[in-house]
Nanobody, 122 residues
Framework: VQLQASGGGLVQAGGSLRLSCAASGRTFSAYNMAWFRQAPGKERVFVAGISRRGLRIDSVKGRFTISRDNAKNMVYLQMNSLGPEDTAVYYC???????????????????WGQGTQVTVSS
């Protein structure tokens, strides 16, 4: 599967963005999907994941929400109440899974998008 992330940009603190990730291929529903982010000089970290069956895991509870549309081969990350600490490159990732567990380690994901920059100004 090939992944294409989009939707990043510059936003003021307190604002919102919705990131999108378009996946190629006909078996999108077989993949667990996730968003990671990497701030300058820091390691890439898990933001949110969603299983092929719709189980969600969010590390930024209350502000970020992951969703997917299997009919459109899309996964989204709705980000609200953004702060400067959310500034990073955001990556979508995918792995074929039985859907029972959503991995939070980037080592578990095989396919990666190119990343989209999110910059939050204070």
């Amino acid at each position: 599967v090939q992944l294409q992330a989009s939707g990043g940009g510059l936003v003021q603190a307190g604002g919102s963005l919705r990131l999108s990730c378009a996946a190629s291929g006909r078996t999108f529903s077989a993949y667990n999907m996730a968003w990671f982010r990497q701030a300058p000089g820091k390691e890439r970290v898990f933001v949110a994941g969603i299983s092929r069956r719709g189980l969600r895991i969010d590390s930024v509870k209350g502000r970020f929400t992951i969703s997917r549309d299997n009919a459109k081969n899309m996964v989204y990350l709705q980000m609200n109440s953004l702060g400067p600490e959310d500034t990073a490159v955001y990556y979508c990732a995918a792995v074929i899974s039985d859907g029972l567990v959503v991995a939070t380690s980037d080592r578990e994901y095989r396919y990666w998008g190119q990343g989209t920059q999110v910059t939050v100004s204070s």
